[in-house]
């Protein structure tokens, strides 16, 4: 009797740890799949905060430059007579 107990106990062991070994497997694969995930996501979060970084600072420059910046630029007094000898080298109207 005592020889069917323990061999019994040995199956019913050998079982639970079969079982024990599964559950570990399938824990493994699901946190290797939940890094996957945070790796992913994290990823796709710096992507979203480095894009409205750059939409941010380019706000920021337009709004800077258009008050910073002259609507025009000023130009030599002597540009337009080098045109027009550039025109005349050419052979071009004035």
Known sequence: MWFFKRNSTEQEFE???KEIDAVKRQFAQIQQEWDATVD?????L???RRTEQA???KEEFVENAATTLPL???????RMTRIR???AARGGKE
């Open 55 to 57: 939409q941010d600072a």
């Open 85 to 87: 000898e550039q025109l």
């Open 15 to 17: 079982r639970l740890w």
């Open 72 to 78: 025009t630029l000023n130009t030599s007094s002597d």
């Open 40 to 44: 992913r996501v994290s990823k796709t």
């Open 46 to 48: 710096r992507r979203i």
